[in-house]
């Protein structure tokens, strides 16, 4: 194993005020426990200062440092360049922008336009039930979580959106729909019938075609595909028609 | 052992595919296998469509013979059987989602090695039926079996899907997908038991006169036609933003099936 890499990274370059679009490459040396978003503010202090990309935890908490490495989406701050190195089998790697929204420049993209998405699914309880009488709080039982504590683990990094087959045009997104299911599923929500109309929307779950992309670059190791295919499957049954 | 070291082995093979193994890497082998029953879907729409044009020659037998003729040369004998490949994998790759969307079968592996070994196994019985030439069956109880099986597979999709909430146009694709996965594949196979015979005009219309046989003919094909063009349309709505170019697509796929639907109910009449 080696203890540094000789590596290249062919970025994707995007100037919004020339509206230009190249790819430049950035030669390194580096640790084999860097991860990218090392690589990247390496690049800043030694090489490029203009190269620009997002991040905000850093540690695979808030999805802002989502990436396209050799076309795969996910986090950069989560990827080891000795893991990477092994994974694709070659020191040289393509980086791009997730392309589910506009660019804003270099690897940023706009992250609001993409939320957009979201928002449309209503990712809050509309219309919160009671707690019952006899309680100050709603508590959920654990049978109930058990169904959907998984979904909940999403952190909208949109890396799933960007690996979908049905691409991201009309298809809300796999997260969208997470965020959907979530509040379906959730014993306090009482305003059912609309979530549903959205989710069986034409921008809903029939625009997956279970490709299971979502599931395999989903950096929280959540199968999005079985969520997206029990709502497929009429699970989460319309509770004005039971 | 011998079946972990060969599944390693042909994954690892396969891994090399070019193209393919970028996306393996970065989307997952069901990403490329989703591309996969794309393709073939469009495929046979389109050979769908070429099918029913030349059998809409029947009215006109002699001219029907000698387009058909030409379709019995080698190279053409070589491509019917290549035919297998699309049908039999969109078929049970169709069959595989079914289970993993409507019946919550999440066993997808193991599945997948099902889609491809009974795939591997139809193309070959398929070529084996071409050189043998057999003529001994009997195209009603053939059709009686395929059907029978089928409509039991298209019956517990629909009880699957009757009371589920959702799309009726979503399960309706689902439910013709189901009665078309036998149906296809031995259609197929019945025209390759007796090849040469089985196309030529007399023979043909002679099958369609049955009214059986006229019935299932017809089944298949609208359920085909729905099929296909819920498929397409699916697609085009993938990628294309525009709404109004996304409607008159779906349009132009409605009016192209509907008239497809009509050469061939025409036909089914009038013979």
Redesign the interface.
Known sequence: MASHYHITLKIRRYDPENRRSWIQNYHLEAGRILRFVDLFRKINNEQDPTFSWNSSCEHGQCGTCSV?I????LLACELLVENAVQ??NTPVFNVEPLEVAPVVRDLVFDLTKAYKRIDQVKPYVISPANPPSDQDEYSISPNEMKQYINATRCINCFCCSS?C???H???LGPNAMLASMIRVLDPREKEKAQR?KIL?G?RG???C?????C???CPKEIDVA?FV??????????PN?E | MVKKRLERFISHRLDQVPIAS??V????W??V???AH?LCGILMVLFASVHIYTLSFLSTPALYDAKIKFFGLAPFAFLSWMLAIPVIFHALNGGR?IL?????S?N?NSMTRWVFSLSIAFVFLQGLLMMLWSRSVSMLFFWLVAATINSSLACIVISK?W?????IF?KFHRITGSFLLIMVPAHLMLMHLQPGISQEAAMVIARIQNPFIKWIDLGMLFAMLYHGGYGLI?IT?????SKVL?NGLAALIFLTMAAFGWIGTRLAIMI
Do not use: C
Request: avoid cysteine; aromatic fraction near 20%; charge should be positive.
């Open positions: 396209k050799n076309g795969k989406p994974y694709f690996a087959i049905s691409s045009r009309n298809f549903l069986y034409h779950v029939y625009r075609h279970s490709s299971r992309a599931s395999f670059v079985h295919a029990l709502a497929k499957a009429g699970r989460f049954n319309d028609n | 970028v996306y890497k970065s989307r997952g069901y990403f296998i989703a591309w794309r989602l993993y969307e409507m019946f919550g999440r997808d899907s009371k589920a909430t959702g799309s979503w699916s709505g993938d990628y294309i933003e996304q």
